[in-house]
């Protein structure tokens, strides 16, 4: 079908995916930001387009509502699985894709009525090194790194997990607050140590294996959850000590399970839900003048 999209979203981070070759028009920075616009758009938290792999089952290209691309979605991945398989692209439940974050593997979860309702992600390697997110500080690894936003002297871990995350913790029985998100988010994101800026988390330990955490994504802003963001709190907080694998943690939108092996290896589980499927309408990006 001629733009065809799929709407899906994992607790809440929202994902239209779709395979370019139906779109009659051009995936560019501009046409991103006009269906990820929620009043003049479809409305998400960004697109998931199908690409060929040379080195996986399938290839997945991530675009966030700004119209600049990620190199990794832990949410966009289960749900790029469940268009894969509600869609009939594939048949099966377990298959590898190739992102510009690296190789991972999905495995779905499918109820009675055929419907995917589950994600296990092997979301690949976690690393705390300066270059891989990248970030310009000199220092073997970015563990507890003094950094300034809004005027506070913060300790910051980063963490690449493909994509670059910049992790705050308060301690165990402390509080973030939205006001906190909203205020610190986007000097963070944009901070001048972080060439291609950073999705950000304000984390909390709430118990020896769960955190929580609030969520400011690279080029989306506040979003409800982030699979990507929730591997690297989880990586951070294992490396700091504060906590152990494998880890609960819960967002605004819901809660995944991560593990963390003693390599910093990640695995992903947690929901996913199909929306609707669409057809864009072809005046969308085309207004009669
Ligand atoms: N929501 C995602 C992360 C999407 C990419 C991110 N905004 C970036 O620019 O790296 C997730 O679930 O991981």
């Known amino acids: 079908m001629k733009n065809a999209f799929f709407k899906g979203h994992g607790l809440g981070n929202d994902y239209i995916a779709l395979n370019?070759?139906?779109?009659d028009f051009k995936l560019t920075p501009k046409t991103i930001r006009a269906i990820c616009d929620r009043h003049w758009g479809v409305g998400s938290d960004g697109i998931l387009a199908l690409t060929a792999s040379r080195k996986a089952d399938f290839g997945l290209r991530i675009y966030n509502p700004?119209?600049?691309e990620a190199e990794k979605s832990g949410n966009g991945l289960r749900i790029f699985g469940c268009y894969?398989?509600?869609?009939?692209?594939?048949k099966r439940r377990s298959f590898s894709v190739e992102t510009k974050g690296g190789l991972v593997h999905i495995d779905l979860e499918v109820d009675r009525r055929g419907q995917v309702v589950g994600a296990t992600v092997d979301m690949g390697r976690a690393t705390?090194?300066?270059r891989a997110l990248p970030c310009t500080i000199r220092a073997p690894e970015l563990i507890l790194q003094p950094i300034k936003a809004v005027g506070q002297s913060l300790r910051f871990t980063g963490v690449s997990v493909g994509n670059p995350h910049c992790v705050v913790f308060k301690d165990k029985g402390g509080k973030?607050?939205?006001?906190?998100l909203l205020r610190m988010g986007p000097e963070l994101e944009n901070h001048s140590i972080f060439p291609k800026r950073t999705n950000v988390q304000l984390a909390v330990p709430?118990?020896?294996?769960?955190l929580y955490i609030l969520i400011w994504e690279r080029g989306a802003g506040e979003t409800q959850a982030s699979g990507s963001s929730s591997c690297a709190a989880a990586s951070a907080g294992v490396r700091l000590g504060l906590i152990k694998s494998p880890v609960t943690v819960k967002a605004p939108g819901g809660t995944l399970l991560i593990t963390v092996d003693a390599q910093y290896n990640l695995t992903m589980k947690g929901p996913v839900a199909e929306v609707y499927q669409g057809q864009l309408h072809p005046a969308f990006l085309t207004p009669a003048k």
């Open 20 to 23: 370019p070759k139906d779109l």
């Open 66 to 68: 700004d119209g600049s």
């Open 84 to 90: 894969l398989f509600a869609t009939k692209i594939t």
């Open 128 to 130: 705390f090194q300066p």
């Open 176 to 180: 973030w607050t939205r006001e906190d």
């Open 206 to 210: 709430t118990g020896p294996k769960s």
